[in-house]
């Protein structure tokens, strides 16, 4: 409610529709292109993967570099190996980073060329102009 020329209106706010009129083509068309339910769940937890800042790290530098070993990435990252452990356990079970033995080393890199053009995307679109 605001007060306009002495008398209390009622303003909507700026993210409502001020006249509710549907538009069922549209409401249609955006159903069908939105993910379902499920989807959107496993969606929403890569993105929580990167909502940390060290896990974000950590997949930049094996986009970077390829292929990292736990005390190679606690190196770049600058956090404790036991840190960049449990961040590759949680990637790992996400599908988002791979690894291989050799001898005594595991070698971490991300799983595939999509997990690439994520990240390639992700960070073109935080550098665009206008978005900080």
Excluded: W
């Excluded at 930049?60 to 356990?89: H, I, N």
């Amino acid at each position: 409610m605001r007060r306009r020329g002495g008398v209390m209106v009622q303003v909507p706010p700026e993210d409502s529709c001020a006249v509710v009129a549907v538009d069922p083509e549209k409401v249609a068309l955006a159903r069908q292109g939105i993910p379902g339910t499920a989807e959107a769940g496993t969606l929403a937890q890569l993105f929580k993967l990167l909502g940390d800042p060290t896990r974000t790290r950590i997949l930049y530098a094996l986009l970077e570099a390829g292929e990292l070993c736990v005390c190679d990435l606690a190196a770049v990252v600058e956090v404790p190996e036991s840190t960049v452990s449990q961040a590759l356990r949680l990637l790992r079970t996400a599908g988002v980073v791979d690894n291989r033995r050799s001898g005594r080393m595991i070698f971490y890199r991300l799983a595939d060329a999509h997990v690439r053009m994520l990240l390639d995307l992700s960070r073109e679109h935080t550098r665009h102009e206008g978005v900080r």
